[in-house]
């Protein structure tokens, strides 16, 4: 009898199993898969404990093998796992992980299917946490979370019609035709292009903001130099002022030297023609005395 380990190590690698999933039925289909795989890459950028699942088929059991009856779904999302690539996803090769988000993109051809048997299999054999379908063609969309009896429950849209996911710490919701992933603030989750647009524009912005500062600057700058001219032409004419003042003052002062001088000569005068009318009475009386 074969032991345990000896048994395992007779079993093939399956780690290398390739994935056996049909191509997606349209390019609605192609651009609404790269669109939810490319915006969680790109958010979460920084993490590298997960691994999400593009059209990639997951093999949960051997005698799965055996009868061919594989089941890939089109998005799904493993959680606290390694990330790096696969050629399909193996349950027992990954420690008996199952998807904890799936996301079916309904067609014509699968419709009914996702919304019975592959709902059954989630729910009672994978016990995926969360399962959402949506149609990129006529824009149906569910979304089902796992009761606490184990059972899908229908996940209570919001006024705009979004879905919140638990597993995401995400809303998801239809914006122009798409499935998009959606902010607790409300807003878009975007892809890698889109955000090297909004940086762009950001930065275009911040640009013409700069330049609309520096131009205030240079105005304020302009209107602060002609200030300082006019101030600096009322000193020069106050200068000038003050300069004419200390003209006048000198030349008053001048004038007030000049008359003082001309009192004194005139007063010098009066008095010598004082002193000569009293000499000359004196002459008079002399010779009246003589006479």
Request: glycine share 4%.
């Amino acid at each position: 009898m074969l032991t345990a380990q000896q048994v395992h190590a007779l079993m093939p690698d399956a780690t290398e199993l390739m994935s056996d999933e049909p191509e997606m039925e349209s390019s609605l289909h192609y651009e609404q898969l790269a669109l939810l795989v490319s915006c969680l890459e790109w958010l979460w950028r920084d993490h590298q404990d997960f691994f999400i699942g593009a059209n990639l088929t997951v093999y949960y059991s051997r005698e799965q093998l055996k009868n061919r009856d594989f089941r890939g779904p089109d998005f799904f999302l493993v959680k606290r796992t390694e990330r790096k690539p696969r050629n399909s996803w193996v349950t027992w090769e990954e420690g008996g992980r199952y998807p904890s988000l799936i996301i079916e993109l309904l067609s014509d051809s699968t419709a009914g299917v996702d919304r019975t048997t592959k709902k059954d299999l989630y729910q009672n054999h994978w016990q995926t946490r969360e399962y959402f379908w949506f149609s990129p063609k006529t824009l149906e969309f569910c979304g089902f979370r796992l009761g606490s009896t184990g059972v899908y429950e229908a996940i209570v849209p919001t006024d705009q019609g979004w879905l919140w996911s638990q597993e995401l710490d995400l809303y998801l919701g239809v914006r122009q035709g798409q499935l998009r992933y959606v902010d607790p603030q409300g807003q878009p989750v975007p892809t890698l292009q889109e955000f090297n647009r909004l940086e762009i524009q950001r930065a275009e912005l911040e640009c013409r903001r700069a330049d609309a500062e520096a131009q205030r600057a240079n105005t304020e700058a302009q209107r602060a130099d002609t200030e300082t001219q006019r101030a600096d032409t009322e000193t020069q004419r106050a200068d000038t002022e003050t300069q004419r003042a200390d003209t006048e003052t000198q030349r008053a002062e001048a004038e007030a030297r000049k008359a003082e001088a001309e009192a004194q000569r005139a007063n010098e005068a009066e008095a010598r023609a004082v002193a000569m009318e009293m000499e000359v009475q004196r002459l008079r009386a002399q010779l009246q005395g003589r006479d």
